[in-house]
């Protein structure tokens, strides 16, 4: 992968917008992008906290995107429809309802529409699972993650594992990218061309079954 040209912010702002507007189950017409060197900045009102998470990562996916300011606010009149015990109900639901979260590992606290989830399980996707079932239910405010993996022994060859699903991953340049592990800890140092690359990579990470924490310290230089 050759490293990407440099972008200007009015190409990028253009490119985010556009994003926007594809992406399904959003109002672009209500949210406001300004670019600064490439960092991007969203504001206005959104109706729910799951519009403002899928407006976040539409910008993100944009080449050029070093970084993500979130402005975004959700109309007090989305979250007054529904109380916070209400909001606990619907979260525990989704959860129970989602094969992919393991039953009776996480339990759900509601204040002020934020829910806060705790406990633990034994994959980061099945963290992440939980976040997203949460982030959907109407009223949400924000959603605090507090789920922690199951502690699981190392292994020797982590760091080359890893390293060779960089290879194999064909979003991102692994001679950029660059692994270290101690214990099942995993720091990623190196220069990726998006803040979508960054993301990627740090997914890439977490599929090892030995890893339980990732330090993403790429640096978004196209």
Same mark, same amino acid.
């Given at each position: ?12 702002? /253009? ?6 507007? &594809? ?36 910008? @993100?996916?944009?080449?050029?995107? /070093? ?14 429809? /529904? ?39 034994? &994959? ?19 959603? @605090?993650? /507090? ?40 720091? @990623? ?34």
């Amino acid at each position: 992968m050759t490293r990407t040209e440099h972008r200007s912010d009015s190409t990028i702002k /253009h490119d985010v917008q556009q994003e926007l507007d &594809w992406t399904p189950g959003i109002e672009a017409t209500a949210i406001g992008v300004a670019v600064d060197d490439g960092v991007v900045t969203l504001s206005g009102t959104v109706d729910s906290f799951s519009e403002r998470i899928q407006a976040s990562r539409a910008a @993100l996916r944009v080449q050029g995107v /070093h970084a993500l300011a979130d402005d975004l606010v959700v109309r007090a009149a989305a979250r007054a429809l /529904h109380t916070d015990a209400e909001i606990a109900k619907m979260v525990h639901q989704a959860l129970d309802a989602d094969d992919t979260v393991p039953a009776g590992h996480l339990q759900v606290e509601v204040a002020d529409h934020t829910v806060t989830l705790h406990g633990s399980v034994p &994959w980061h996707f099945q963290r992440l699972a939980a976040i997203r079932d949460a982030e959907r239910v109407p009223g949400v405010k924000y959603v @605090l993650n /507090h789920v922690e993996l199951t502690p699981r022994p190392t292994a020797t060859d982590t760091e080359a594992r890893i390293a060779q699903a960089f290879v194999r991953h064909a979003q991102l340049d692994a001679d950029r990218l660059e692994v270290s592990v101690r214990d099942s800890v995993v720091t @990623l140092t190196g220069r990726v061309g998006s803040a979508a690359e960054k993301r990627e990579a740090e997914l890439a990470a977490w599929r090892s079954p030995h890893v339980t924490d990732v330090q993403n310290l790429l640096i978004v230089q196209p």
